[in-house]
């Protein structure tokens, strides 16, 4: 393929996938059912955010939702935030799950670093996960109770996850990367009463025990009353209040279940639409992570759209998506189940021993739909690997891309080392909503360097400064009609005041989420990179304050200043600057110091690129870090435009800043 720019046509959908996608099939339903004769994708989405409870009802109907009780109006109030959605309907997630779930073939393929690839029948997942809910309600598990998980992306985790659900348990999980120090700002909020846990894994060829974190997080959780370990250092532990896995999903309660085997029995708790499923976490520049709550009904009405009618996925399909428990896409992951689809996991790192070996995977575990981030993409394209040449690739017809924006060359990449027939699917959206809220559509053109457009239901928009909707110019990503899957609230926020500060303090009742967008004509959109001065790296929102209190616990550090430049055509870049107190030196052992206690104490993702010494942190006059204006400045903003120095408290800080970012620019 030739060397293409951005806004050239990659991919048009031929007339048999037009046909052939469900987006078509829901089409031609809304004109059968609902007399709606929708021309185009355009057409579609329109109507999806102008008739906003409409559009929502029809999607309950057309999946056909599993509920004993329906509610009589879609969505009674549309205020944000506030909006309520089917008020007096009772379902449960896992029980739709489960519904959808295909009965004659594996439902879940699983791969871990140096072991084979296994798999899971839908009969092996029902019967370990009526056995655990059993277990769980044993231990005094009740709707509402908080059952957290320090666990990879292993099959286990999903069965926990369905267990907890099936009861009305509100689900919360990190991924054992995380240091003890992030896992208690997330988990001691919400007050946990039971823990899932393993006591150690493997990554990049190396194993890592964890069960001192695990003894941490028993002691330092108060509410926490039971663990269940899943081992895997096949090593004695002296853990208290411990249970091993195998105990706890091998003494299932008698009587014939739904799938007819005579053994296990797997209840489904029929809870309100805005019941809490899970306690997901996104974080600010300040303070401890928010902990954004989302409810059954909302998330099982999202990810049956965005699964189904943006990925396309179909019975027979195998999802995959490289994720960490940590991040929203391995609930999105799970929720991919809800289209009788079966789903990949992989637990490992994904260049061990080579940057071939998620490829090496999507061949021997036929992968059809293909999710990673955009950082991925960006190191095969570094170690030079050409995996179509190795592996038969030719049964992935789509390719999704999150976590970063995709650049032009990572999608002439995919499209020359992965095949040609593919729908290479660049989207965006957060932890905040669960889901993407720009991203794909099967039946409409892919160019180079764009994301499709808006998600059905999801009206996105690009706001100027005066909070009027733009086209062909960045501007604030808003969203400006309410979706069923936004935050039901954020756990010990009884006020909203977090909540409301959070998305809608600067366009009242209009959801600000962060990021500069620009659309076009067409609808289609590319993502520029974040707005605010929260950390994203591999798709993984951290706060900066928690970078800062790991960084200021050193004896040497007096101030530092973290910016993440992640943005849309330029190489990944998060620099640390340190100011030091008197009589100590930035030299290799400090620097490595700071990389391991970020490691420790926050994750490995969340390690900076480069370790600088400064002697002034830019302040405002009240007194907080200057990390947007720093920002501006680096990724190219004019001084005049990024900071206005009446407002600083030390102008003269700004100074060195100006010069870093013109040796940036020269690079």
């Known amino acids: ?61 057309y999946f056909e939702v599993q509920a004993s009780a329906t509610a009589v109006m879609p969505l009674p109030s549309h205020t944000m935030p506030g909006a309520q959605w089917f008020p007096g ?50 231990l005094g598990i009740r709707p509402g109770d908080r059952v957290v998980a320090y666990m990879p992306n292993m099959p286990q985790t999903i069965i926990a996850f369905l267990a907890a659900a099936s009861l009305g348990a509100v689900w919360s999980s990190c991924s054992p990367d995380f240091g003890s120090r992030s896992v208690l700002d997330r988990f001691s909020q919400i007050e946990p009463k039971l823990l899932l846990a393993v006591d150690g894994y493997d990554y990049g060829g190396k194993t890592f025990d964890r069960r ?21 250092l096949g090593k004695q532990t002296a853990l208290v209040d411990t249970m091993l896995w195998e105990e706890a999903v ?70 995959f998506w490289f994720t960490s428990t940590g991040w929203m896409m391995w609930n999105y992951l799970v929720g991919s189940l809800l289209t009788g689809s079966a789903v990949v996991l992989y637990n490992g790192s994904p260049g061990y021993p080579d940057m ?45 891309s999150t976590g970063s924006p995709l650049t032009v060359a990572g999608f ?32 409409l053109p892919i160019y180079a360097g764009e994301i499709q457009g ?47 500060a959070s998305y809608f303090d600067v366009y009242p009742g209009v959801w600000r989420h962060g990021d500069w967008i620009k659309f076009n004509e067409r609808g289609g959109c590319v993502i520029y990179g974040r707005s605010d001065s929260t950390i994203n790296r591999q798709g993984i929102r951290m706060g900066t304050s928690e970078i800062y209190q790991a960084v200021e616990s050193l004896p040497e550090i007096q101030d530092c200043l973290i910016i993440d430049l992640e943005l849309l055509g330029r190489e990944s870049y998060m620099p640390l600057f340190v100011v030091l107190r008197e009589g100590y030196v930035l030299d290799d052992d400090l620097k490595q110091r700071i990389r391991h206690k970020l490691r420790q104490d926050v994750s490995p993702r969340h390690v900076p690129d480069d370790i600088i010494q400064i002697t002034d942190i830019p302040y405002t006059l009240s007194g907080k870090k200057m990390e947007v204006p720093i920002r501006k400045i680096l990724l190219g903003m004019e001084m005049d ?7 600083m408290r030390n102008p003269a800080a700004i100074e060195f800043f100006r010069e870093f970012a013109e040796r940036l620019g020269k690079k």
Request: aromatic share 10%; glycine share 8%.
């Open 1 to 61: 393929m030739k060397s293409i720019s951005e806004g050239d046509l990659l991919w048009t959908p031929t007339t048999a996938v037009k046909e052939a996608a469900n987006l078509t099939h829901y089409m031609h339903w809304l004109q059968r059912e609902r007399g709606l004769a929708l021309a185009d994708y355009r057409a579609l989405w329109q109507w999806s955010v102008t008739e906003v409870g409409a559009f929502w009802q029809s999607l309950w109907d």
């Open 89 to 138: 309907a009772r379902l449960n997630y896992a029980e739709n799950v489960f519904h959808k779930m295909a009965a004659d073939q594996p439902v879940i393929y699983y791969k871990a670093e140096n072991r084979p690839l296994i798999s899971l029948t839908r009969q092996q997942i029902y019967d370990q996960t009526a056995a655990l809910a059993h277990t769980m309600q044993q």
């Open 212 to 232: 001192d974190i695990v003894a941490e997080l028993q002691a330092a959780l108060p509410t926490l009353e039971h663990t269940i370990l899943v081992p895997h």
């Open 250 to 319: 091998g003494n299932g309660p008698v009587g014939k279940g739904p799938l007819g085997n005579g053994r296990a029995h797997l209840p489904f708790a029929q809870l309100p639409f805005d019941h809490p499923l899970w306690i997901l976490y996104s974080s600010g520049t300040t303070g401890l992570p928010k902990p954004i709550v989302q409810g059954h009904g909302g998330i099982l009405l999202e990810h049956l759209k965005a699964t189904t009618l943006h990925n396309d996925l179909k019975p027979g399909d195998r999802f």
């Open 356 to 400: 071939n070996a998620l490829w090496q995977l999507a061949e021997e575990s036929g992968i059809t739909y293909f999710g990673m981030s955009a950082a991925f993409i960006s190191a095969c394209i570094k170690a030079e690997i050409h995996p179509n040449r190795q592996f038969d690739l030719s049964r992935i017809r789509g390719v999704g």
């Open 412 to 443: 002439q990449w995919i499209y020359e080392n992965v095949n040609d027939h593919l729908a290479l699917e660049s989207l965006s959206g957060g932890t905040d909503l669960c889901t993407a809220f720009v991203g794909g559509a099967r039946i």
């Open 454 to 500: 808006a998600s059905l239901g999801a009206k996105v928009q690009a706001f100027n400064e005066a909070g009027e909707p733009v086209v062909n110019a960045v501007g604030e990503l808003v969203i400006s009609a309410p979706m069923p899957s936004m935050p039901l609230y954020f756990w010990n926020d009884p006020e909203m005041a977090r909540y409301q």
């Open 641 to 647: 435009t990024a900071v206005n120095p009446d407002a």
